[in-house]
């Protein structure tokens, strides 16, 4: 099976601009996370979806938002960017049966100007 | 919330070495998951401990979690130039809902 997909993998914005980034899982992976990573937080949950449905949210701004396709792809938006958004942004999938493992993607690596 | 904390934050080693991880969570753990991150990629999973005293293996890489289920660590033995990389140890809530929190992380680097 393939792994699971992110594009683009680097993105350079502007401060104020807003951004969009996409996530394919792995196939028949109907649980999408979204995770930022920086060198002074680490690694923080963003945001889950299951079923089109966001399910979960972490403690972030009303800027990052997100939504999952029917076929389980999923988006993550940052609108009015800042420089605090510089980040390498990390999707994982998991099935829903077992113990749910989840499975990241490469990242995007993000740059706020 | 739950806080895990990784120790030691960096290591460096000889080819050959053995070493320990370790991840101290602040709450019980439902669930651990260890991960090793190479810099600036995603992460790969490694393995997922549930149940107190479990230990599992792949190839050279060892992990723990104990009784209490508040500690796990992980071992490497003869350390590899390939197994260089940041290694994350991240907690389930329990809860069924897929949103890790993950420690800071511990770099490894293994000198041949």
């Known amino acids: 099976k393939a792994g699971v997909t992110q594009t683009p993998r680097y993105l350079i914005k502007t401060r104020g601009q807003q951004v969009t980034l996409s996530c394919s899982p792995i196939?028949?992976?109907?649980?999408v996370s979204w995770y930022q990573q920086t060198p002074g937080q680490g690694l923080q949950f963003l945001f889950e979806y299951f079923s089109e449905t966001q399910r979960n949210k972490g403690n972030f701004p009303g800027r990052f938002s997100g939504r999952q396709f029917s076929n389980s792809r999923s988006e993550m938006n940052v609108s009015t960017l800042e420089l605090g958004d510089s980040a390498l942004y990390l999707c994982?999938?998991?099935?829903?049966?077992?113990?749910?493992?989840?499975?990241f993607g490469p990242g995007t690596r993000l740059t706020v100007l | 919330s739950q806080e895990l904390e990784q120790s030691p934050q960096s290591l460096i080693v000889q080819e050959g070495k053995n070493l320990t991880i370790n991840c101290t969570s602040s709450?019980?753990?439902?669930?651990l998951y260890w991960y090793k991150q190479k810099y600036g990629e995603g992460l790969i999973f490694l393995m997922m401990?549930?149940?107190?005293?479990e230990e599992k293996s792949h190839e050279k890489i060892t992990a723990k979690l104990d009784e209490k289920k508040q500690q796990s660590s992980l071992h490497i033995t003869a350390s590899q130039p390939s197994h260089a990389g940041i290694y994350l140890c991240?907690?389930?809530?329990?809860?069924?809902?897929?949103?890790?929190?993950f420690g800071s992380g511990t770099r490894l680097q293994v000198q041949p």
């Open positions: 994982a999938s998991s099935s829903t049966q077992g113990a749910g493992t989840q499975y």
């Open positions: 709450k019980t753990l439902y669930g």
């Open positions: 196939s028949g992976h109907r649980s």
């Open positions: 401990l549930q149940k107190g005293g």
């Open positions: 991240g907690a389930d809530n329990g809860t069924g809902r897929r949103a890790l929190t």
